[in-house]
């Protein structure tokens, strides 16, 4: 069932765009440069129109559907910030313009910079990075500048909870540090004992998820901070669920020393296939000095008359860029329109929302699935997704099973330490209509589970492609359908 490729459709002398007459004079080309060997497909407008409108539409995304994707956030991308971020004087600018050309979207930034510190409770912010795990990388690169600039060098090992996404020991382990991971107790908080036998002079810092990745808001947070400082570490927040937190709780407050926003998250700018993620950094007053750079600031206060000057700040004792430019600049837009939108009433309704969505469709659930450390959740939760009476059925099945509703499968097989997990984020912007929907289908597969357990074997049944083999599309990519010939 596989569409023709675009070369493929190619037919000789078909032709889709037309120049007009040049009016400078003709030059010859510069040879060198030319390939004998350079085979382009020849098509029509409509033929590529077609295919690609063709090629999207085989593709689910937030526009199409629900999408209860755990820890990715996917709420609804308001049109309202692409419209912002098309706006000539943002989409038309260039990094490398005199700044007081740019003295708009300077401020843009600055002001952005100013709410996720008002948001987060932290004292500066960079908006660099370029996703949550670049982000996680930066922040640790931060907690190590920190330790060596204090002549602290005997500070080796990073302490991560077992329900941590991957991102937390890759970034770790990326930065040098020995990874020391700590278990889950039977409320789904951090394993208080086991942290404390693991506390010593040699820890550079834990990386802590709040509320964690099973959804849960760890009930002993206040003291998992004061036991990292006492002993001399930093806390890293990883501020992926921040949506369940906005308006409500700020990490600054809770003792957290840095932290990494995902806009495309939390501040619904658009993520997966739909565009570059952005993930600041936020820090408090000892760490800014740190900060990645150049940072927008203020480098001539305004008055009456004058607006301030905006320019380029780099922090003291910086630990360098970690981005081309300035970061992603249309990212910082979408989020700015979004937070201005909301504004700090509306900020807070959208983790009341988030959560309720979220404990209702658990409400619903609990007697069908069983739920991994049931109690009131965040803005997600974890279902087990397998029943003593069908044994032969997994996570797997239910989810390629949700896909014939329509339904993007929920984050499964994460966080490890729940069996068949299914980690269920309906956000804020889904209606209880969709909610009501959703439980009904997912009470259904739990039924067929029983009586038809081969339609979830099979599933899913109406896709252009059914179940990949996904080891080997992430070690064999093939991101080119045409290969040259070997000349
Ligand atoms: C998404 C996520 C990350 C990583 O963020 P990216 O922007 O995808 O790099 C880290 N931690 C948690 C808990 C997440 O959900």
């Given at each position: 069932m596989s569409d023709p490729t675009i070369f493929e459709m190619s037919s000789?002398?078909?032709?889709?765009?037309?120049?007009?007459?040049?009016?400078?004079?003709?030059?010859?080309?510069?040879?060198?440069?030319?390939?004998?060997?350079?085979?382009?497909?020849?098509?029509?407008?409509?033929?590529?129109?077609?295919?690609?409108?063709?090629?999207?539409?085989?593709n689910y995304?937030?526009?199409?559907?629900?999408?209860?994707?755990?820890?990715?956030?996917?709420?609804?991308?308001?049109r309202v910030n692409e419209e912002m971020a098309r706006l000539p004087g943002f989409a038309h600018t260039h990094p490398l313009q005199p700044i007081e050309t740019v003295q708009g979207n300077l401020a843009m930034m600055y002001e952005l910079q100013e709410w996720l510190k008002e948001i987060s409770g932290f004292k500066a912010v960079t908006l660099q990075p370029a996703a949550g795990a670049q982000g996680e990388f930066t922040g640790v690169m931060i907690i190590r500048a920190y330790h060596r600039s204090r002549g602290d060098l005997q500070r080796t090992k990073i302490i991560i909870p077992d329900s941590a996404h991957g991102t937390n020991p890759a970034t770790s382990a990326m930065s040098g540090f020995e990874v020391v991971p700590v278990p889950t107790d039977a409320d789904g908080n951090v394993d208080m004992a086991a942290l404390r036998a693991v506390c010593d002079e040699h820890v550079a810092g834990l990386m802590l998820?709040?509320?964690?990745?099973?959804?849960?808001?760890?009930?002993?947070?206040?003291?998992?901070?004061?036991?990292?400082?006492?002993?001399?570490?930093?806390?890293?927040?990883?501020?992926?669920?921040?949506?369940?937190?906005?308006?409500?709780?700020?990490?600054?407050?809770?003792?957290?020393?840095?932290?990494?926003?995902?806009?495309?998250?939390?501040?619904?700018?658009?993520?997966?296939?739909?565009?570059?993620?952005?993930?600041?950094?936020?820090?408090?007053?000892?760490?800014?000095?740190?900060?990645?750079?150049?940072?927008a600031g203020i480098v001539e206060e305004g008055d009456e008359e004058m607006a301030p000057l905006y320019g380029w700040v780099m922090p003291a004792k910086s630990i360098g860029r970690v981005k081309s430019f300035f970061g992603q600049f249309g990212m910082m837009v979408r989020a700015y329109t979004y937070i201005s939108m909301y504004g700090p009433d509306g900020m807070r309704s959208i983790a009341e929302h988030a959560v309720l969505n979220a404990n209702y469709l658990l409400a619903r659930l609990r007697d069908t699935y069983k739920v991994a450390y049931d109690r009131v959740c965040m803005h997600e939760f974890v279902l087990e997704g397998h029943f003593a009476d069908a044994p032969e059925i997994h996570a797997l099945d239910i989810a390629k099973r949700l896909?014939?509703?329509?339904?993007?499968?929920?984050?499964?097989?994460?966080?490890?330490?729940?069996?068949?997990?299914?980690?269920?984020?309906?956000?804020?912007?889904?209606?209880?209509?969709?909610?009501?929907?959703?439980?009904?289908?997912?009470?259904?597969?739990?039924?067929?589970?029983?009586?038809?357990?081969?339609?979830?074997?099979?599933?899913?049944?109406?896709?252009?492609?059914?179940?990949?083999?996904?080891?080997?599309?992430?070690?064999?990519?093939?991101?080119?359908?045409?290969?040259?010939?070997?000349?």
């Open positions: 000789p002398g078909r032709i889709g765009a037309r120049f007009p007459e040049p009016d400078v004079p003709l030059a010859e080309l510069p040879q060198e440069f030319l390939r004998e060997n350079l085979p382009m497909p020849e098509l029509s407008e409509i033929d590529v129109i077609r295919h690609f409108t063709n090629l999207s539409r085989k995304a937030i526009d199409v559907g629900f999408y209860p994707l755990g820890s990715c956030t996917m709420k609804y991308n308001p998820t709040n509320p964690n990745t099973l959804g849960l808001f760890d009930c002993n947070v206040k003291e998992v901070v004061d036991l990292i400082h006492n002993c001399g570490g930093l806390v890293y927040g990883d501020g992926a669920n921040l949506n369940a937190l906005l308006g409500i709780v700020r990490p600054g407050d809770l003792g957290f020393d840095v932290m990494h926003y995902n806009l495309h998250k939390t501040f619904s700018t658009p993520h997966g296939g739909g565009g570059p993620g952005s993930g600041p950094v936020g820090v408090t007053e000892a760490l800014a000095e740190f900060l990645p750079g150049p940072i896909i014939d509703y329509n339904i993007h499968p929920p984050t499964n097989y994460f966080p490890l330490i729940v069996k068949e997990a299914l980690m269920i984020e309906p956000t804020e912007t889904e209606s209880k209509q969709v909610l009501d929907q959703f439980a009904e289908v997912m009470v259904k597969i739990a039924e067929e589970a029983r009586t038809s357990p081969e339609l979830l074997k099979s599933a899913p049944h109406n896709t252009p492609v059914g179940r990949l083999d996904e080891v080997k599309a992430a070690r064999d990519l093939v991101l080119c359908c045409w290969v040259p010939d070997k000349a």
